[in-house]
């Protein structure tokens, strides 16, 4: 098993910055998880269903969203077993919960969630 807790979720203006954390425990998981799994993030905004958002795959070739491609980057840390969201030029749009996912031998794992909230 690995449990998925997102973090760093906020309250920012348009234009503004978040960087969000997921980090990944548990007996199933490693150190170097995020490096040798395809890793996502998606979004789930009131009213509307879950949209995939980002994705990274082993040595490094990521992929993302049209809408965010150019302010968003997804990233991870072996060392402490942790991927990265980092989120610029944050637009009204962009308001939504946000999951990480990873997928371990074919199985999906998910956490519950961190907020961003973007004002206009």
């Known amino acids: 098993q690995v449990q998925l807790v997102e973090s760093g979720g906020g309250l920012v203006q348009t234009g503004g910055s978040l960087r969000l954390s997921c980090g990944a425990s548990g007996t199933a998981s490693s150190s170097n998880v995020f490096s040798v799994n395809t890793a996502k993030w998606f979004r789930q905004a009131p009213g509307k269903q879950r949209e995939w958002v980002a994705l990274?795959?082993?040595?490094?070739?990521?992929n993302y969203r049209e809408s965010v491609r150019g302010r968003f980057t997804i990233s991870a840390d072996s060392t402490s077993n942790t991927m990265y969201l980092e989120m610029n030029n944050l637009k009204p749009e962009d308001t939504a919960v946000y999951y990480c996912n990873i997928e371990i031998h074919m199985k999906p794992y998910w956490g519950p969630g961190t907020q961003v909230s973007v004002s206009s």
């Open positions: 990274m795959t082993p040595h490094g070739p990521t």
